[in-house]
């Protein structure tokens, strides 16, 4: 699911500790934006401490790292590629090259038993809005493209307006067109003011409605009303009902082929997870 993905500051040990029992379909522990420089390598220590404890989380972990051209990325992957992290979110991102070269980095990190680890490009500024399908297409591990808006009106010098989205409406719309055709999902950026929660609904809905799966987040107050708004569609119910009867009896009996194909393309544990949470969502 992809409805929520929560920043937590990868500093502070009490957020990390708290994100235990927030119901955000991805928490991701920050290393960029809300981590000062200083404490850089500190946080990182927070969150591979936090990482050799994945079973105390009961949702997707991600890590955002500090952008490609920060010279930092490369000491944040070392620190967080490890068993239990889901994901990495990337910050920034301009081209298909840096993608590469990050994957790359990935591969050399993380055991070859292992599941290969997701990623997710930010979609931050204007290169990276103009390139932002070859972004998505780069890699078979891609599997969801961010749109950060205040990064972009920053690198096109415009100020931000919630009562006018003239200055980043073309990049918002652009980016979930290009994820889908790449055949991946898309989530929108934050909402920043975390007391008005009407605002926050609107601002989702209007997401939504672009093609967008989820909003990203940065309080627990907003995880319940965005949920409300990034509601499961009955195409993905009819989608989730298909996987789970095609492998039920394989995940839950150990009986029968673990990965089938369904509609012309494999399906496996990963697809029959995320199925039952778009049931249980639509249930909800």
């Known amino acids: 699911m992809f409805r929520s ?3 937590v500051p990868g500093n502070s040990t009490r957020f990390v500790e708290k994100a235990k029992t927030l119901a955000a379909d991805i928490i991701c522990f920050d290393l960029e934006d809300s981590v000062p420089v200083n404490e850089k390598a500190s946080a990182r220590k927070i969150i591979a401490d936090a990482l050799s404890r994945r079973q105390d989380y009961g949702s997707s972990v991600y890590v955002r790292t500090n952008s490609p051209e920060s010279g930092l990325a490369a000491d944040d992957l070392k620190a967080a590629v490890r ?4 994901g990495v979110v990337i910050p920034k991102v301009n081209d298909k090259r840096e993608i590469v070269e990050i994957v790359k980095q990935v591969s050399l990190l993380e055991r070859p038993t292992a599941p290969s680890l997701l990623i997710m490009p930010s979609i931050e500024t ?3 809005v103009v390139n932002a399908y070859e972004i998505a ?3 078979d591990r891609i599997n969801c493209l961010v749109f950060g808006v205040f990064d972009y009106l920053h690198d096109m010098k415009l100020d931000y307006d919630e009562e006018d989205d003239a200055g980043y409406s073309y990049a918002r719309a652009k980016v979930p067109v290009d994820a889908r055709a790449a055949g991946i ?3 929108d950026a934050i909402w920043q003011k975390i007391d008005d929660l009407d605002g926050l609904a609107r601002d989702a809905t209007k997401a939504r409605r672009l093609g967008y799966s989820g909003k990203c987040i940065i309080h627990p107050s907003q995880i319940e009303p965005v ?3 990034f509601r499961p569609s009955s195409n993905q119910v ?3 009902r298909k996987v789970v009867a095609a492998l039920g009896d394989a995940m839950e009996k150990g009986s029968g082929r673990g990965a089938v194909s369904l509609e012309g393309r494999m ?3 990963v697809h029959y997870k995320q199925a039952r949470a778009i049931l249980e969502a639509a249930r909800e």
């Open 5 to 7: 993905l929560i920043f």
């Open 83 to 86: 068993d239990g992290l889901d």
């Open 126 to 128: 204007a290169k990276g």
């Open 137 to 139: 297409s780069a890699d």
């Open 185 to 187: 999902e898309s989530i």
């Open 227 to 229: 949920h409300g708004v």
């Open 238 to 240: 009819e989608w989730a």
């Open 267 to 269: 399906i496996d544990a």
